[in-house]
């Protein structure tokens, strides 16, 4: 199957700062999301990004398939993005999804 | 974004019975539903997935006589953990697919056998 890696596993940041998360995959995909579990288990869709690069707010994201990674990008962090981000990729589009580890976030006030 | 609803989102039950818990998409249909069970500290592990109409398809080392899944329409996917143990405790989590690709998650159901 699909090998993900995620980096880094454990981030903490004080309010305001930057991060850059990172997402290496093994395999060729047709479709790789981005969540956010906040800390009460909830999984927020983020973006469903294959390919490209994506805005929303204070959040970004870029895929660059042929090289087989994703970014997450967070900017002017908050104490509400604490939480675990995952990706999740799947080879076909109503395939499984397999997860990485993820990255547990702590944004410190 | 789609909605998914869970019920109960936390359960207590004795060892031996059987829980169930139900699993909706409220805005969209789903073809197709996983459902993932998280210990603390890890990621989602898938158990099934399932798709409308037919017999759910298990992951290895997952009970299917354990762990029952019913997609009995478009809209909702039961799982029944039955004669549940303490191991059996956990975070379940399930998820629809939706037109498009997308995966939308519910909000969990948190688990506890004693």
């Known amino acids: 199957g699909i090998q993900v890696e995620q980096s880094p596993p454990d981030l903490i940041l004080q309010e305001g700062a930057n991060s850059t998360l990172r997402c290496n995959f093994s395999?060729?995909?047709?479709?790789l999301q981005w969540f956010h579990q906040n800390p009460w288990g909830q999984l927020i869709n983020l973006f469903y990004?294959?390919?490209g690069t994506k805005q929303n707010g204070r959040l970004s994201a870029t895929t660059v398939a042929t090289e087989r990674y994703s970014l997450l990008y967070i900017s002017s962090s908050q104490t509400t993005d604490s939480g675990v981000y995952f990706c999740?990729?799947?080879?076909?589009?109503?395939?499984?999804?397999?997860f990485g580890d993820g990255t547990t976030l702590t944004v410190k006030p | 974004g789609a909605v998914v609803s869970q019920h109960p989102s936390w359960v207590i039950c004795k060892s031996g019975t059987s829980v169930k818990i139900e699993c909706r998409s409220l805005?969209?249909?789903?073809?197709?539903m996983f459902w993932y069970r998280q210990f603390p500290k890890q990621s989602l592990m898938l158990m099934a997935t399932?798709?409308?109409?037919?017999?759910?398809?298990?992951e290895q080392g997952v009970e299917k006589d354990k762990f029952l899944i019913n997609h009995a329409s478009l809209t909702l996917s039961t799982l029944t953990v039955t004669s549940a143990h303490p191991e059996d405790s956990s975070f379940y989590i399930c998820?629809?697919?939706?037109?498009?690709?997308?995966?939308?998650f519910g909000p969990g159901t948190r688990l506890t056998v004693t």
């Open positions: 999740a990729l799947r080879r076909t589009n109503a395939g499984k999804s397999t």
């Open positions: 395999d060729s995909v047709n479709n």
């Open positions: 990004i294959p390919s």
């Open positions: 805005d969209f249909q789903a073809t197709t």
């Open positions: 399932s798709n409308e109409g037919s017999k759910a398809t298990y």
């Open positions: 998820s629809g697919l939706q037109t498009g690709f997308r995966q939308y």
